[in-house]
T-cell receptor, first 110, second 117 residues
Framework: GIQVEQSPPDLILQEGANSTLRCNFS?????LQWFHQNPWGQLINLFY???GTKQNGRLSATTVATERYSLLYISSSQTTDSGVYFC????????????FGTGTRLTIIP | DTGVSQDPRHKITKRGQNVTFRCDPI?????LYWYRQTLGQGPEFLTY????????KSRLLSDRFSAERPKGSFSTLEIQRTEQGDSAMYLC???????????????FGPGTRLTVL
C-alpha cells in the first residue's frame, strides 16, 4: 500500500518562530489532508490539498504531487500550536482510505 | 465541531467483555470510515461504508470485530471478547463524494477511547 513519511518526528521551538513540516508519499494521490490533533484526541482539519498551495492565517501548505511531497508552514508560532500534526493521503480508485504518517510532535515554548 | 459525533467518548471494560461504539455522521456525507489509533501512532484504517454497503475491511479487523451501517445513517462498531491489545482510540470519519460535496475531504469525530483491563 501507499507509504507516508513525516519529518521531523519532533520539533521544539520558541514562541514566535517559524516551522516547516514535511510529508513524503510513495504513490499518486487524489486526496491529501493535514490535521492537527489536540490533547483530547480530536483531529482538526487544517488543509485539504492534493495539489497546489493554500493559506489560512498563519498556516499555509504546498503539495507538489509530481514529486510526491507536501509541506506545512507555521509562521509566528503560538503555544496553542503545540500538538501532533498528521499528514494523510488517499490513493487513487481502489485505495480509498486515508493512510496516515506517524506525525510530527510540535512543542512551542513560551 | 466537525458535525460527526461518537458515543461513548470513553469506555473501560474488562478483558473478555463485548463493547459497542456508535458514530453519527454528517447526514449528507455517504461514506463512513472507522479508524483505530494507538499511542504514538497515526490512525489506521479499519473499514468503510458507502451508504449501507461495507466496501472494504482491513486485515486489522479480526473476526472479533464487526461493523454495521443500517439504512446508511449511523454506524456501530462492535468488539467481541475484548483483549488488552484492543485498547486504543476508535475514530469515525465521514466523506462526501466529489460532486456531492466540495471535495472528498474526510471529517473526524471526537473518538471513543477504549481501555481494556
Amino acid at each position: 500500500g501507499i507509504q507516508v513519511e513525516q519529518s521531523p518526528p519532533d520539533l521544539i521551538l520558541q514562541e514566535g518562530a517559524n516551522s516547516t513540516l514535511r510529508c513524503n508519499f510513495s504513490d499518486s494521490v487524489n486526496n491529501l489532508q493535514w490535521f492537527h490533533q489536540n490533547p483530547w484526541g480530536q483531529l482538526i482539519n487544517l488543509f485539504y490539498i492534493p495539489s497546489g498551495t493554500k493559506q489560512n492565517g498563519r498556516l499555509s501548505a504546498t503539495t507538489v504531487a509530481t514529486e510526491r511531497y507536501s509541506l506545512l508552514y507555521i509562521s509566528s508560532s503560538q503555544t496553542t500550536d503545540s500538538g501532533v500534526y498528521f499528514c494523510a493521503v488517499e490513493g487513487n480508485f481502489g485505495n480509498e482510505k486515508l493512510t496516515f504518517g506517524t506525525g510530527t510532535r510540535l512543542t512551542i515554548i513560551p | 465541531d466537525t458535525g460527526v459525533s461518537q458515543d461513548p467518548r470513553h469506555k473501560i471494560t474488562k478483558r473478555g467483555q463485548n463493547v459497542t461504539f456508535r458514530c453519527d455522521p454528517i447526514s449528507e456525507h455517504n461514506r463512513l470510515y472507522w479508524y483505530r489509533q494507538t499511542l504514538g501512532q497515526g490512525p489506521e484504517f479499519l473499514t468503510y461504508f458507502q451508504n449501507e454497503a461495507q466496501l472494504e475491511k482491513s486485515r486489522l479487523l479480526s473476526d472479533r470485530f464487526s461493523a454495521e451501517r443500517p439504512k446508511g445513517s449511523f454506524s456501530t462498531l462492535e468488539i467481541q471478547r475484548t483483549e488488552q491489545g484492543d485498547s486504543a482510540m476508535y475514530l469515525c470519519a465521514n466523506q462526501g463524494l466529489l460532486g456531492l460535496a466540495q471535495n472528498n475531504e474526510q471529517f473526524f469525530g471526537p473518538g471513543t477511547r477504549l481501555t481494556v483491563l
